[in-house]
């Protein structure tokens, strides 16, 4: 059977088309998964394609919640669309992590502030810059900004008054510090022009030596 073959050979593109020649070879008990939270597998969606994921937990029944791996959502599927996950998968390292924003409680969130959230990240081209907030528990904490504009946090409008404040407090702390940085390097600038004066008036043997700077 040359299908078994084609993914230790070809991208994971081959994934669908492997388990779908599989499947038609050997019984369901042959390749049944260990039953085992954290175990990697692979995943049948809408009866079409699979995809790779990690059991979560067992449900009610014969369903299980697995996690994505490749688009950091979680699905509850029947364990009948289980199967095992070849190495030559399981190597690739997850494709998304599931984040939520840091300080923002969905319950509160109102539908116009979310529409509007949605078309500013569209006029970005779906493009922002991510910082990990806590990764201490899933999903990941992060925090949104723009992909350009040094600073600007983009879950400004989700914030409650206290935490907008704290926020605001923040990104002045950041100003602030970009200025006095600014500053030392125009000081460092002004203290170089004056030590080349003095330099003239230093024996001849001491401007042959290397200048080192100590930080």
């Known amino acids: 059977m040359s299908g078994v073959d084609a993914p230790a050979k070809q991208a994971t593109a081959t994934l669908p088309v ?113 910082e990990l907030a806590d990764v201490s528990t899933v999903p990941f904490l992060v925090n949104l900004y723009h992909p350009t504009v040094e600073g600007r946090n983009l879950g400004l409008s989700f914030y409650c008054p206290n935490e907008q404040a704290g926020e605001n407090a923040r990104r002045r702390r950041w100003e602030e510090k970009l200025a006095r940085m600014e500053g030392n390097f125009a000081s460092d600038e002004n203290s170089d022009e004056g030590s080349s004066d003095q330099l003239s008036s230093l024996p001849d043997f001491v401007l042959h030596l290397e200048r080192y700077s100590f930080l």
């Open 18 to 130: 492997f388990y779908a020649y599989l499947r038609n070879s050997f019984s369901p008990y042959d390749f049944s998964v260990q039953l085992c939270s954290g175990a990697a597998c692979a995943v049948l969606l809408g009866g079409k394609k699979w995809r790779r994921a990690r059991i979560q937990k067992f449900s009610k029944g014969d369903s299980v919640l697995v996690d994505l791996v490749d688009k950091g959502t979680e699905n509850i599927i029947s364990i009948c669309n289980l199967r095992p996950l070849l190495k030559v998968f399981g190597r690739l390292p997850p494709l998304a992590m599931r984040c939520r924003m840091k300080d923002v409680n969905m319950n509160d969130l109102a539908a116009a502030k979310v529409n509007d959230f949605q078309k500013l990240i569209s006029s970005f081209g779906g493009l922002v810059r991510v």
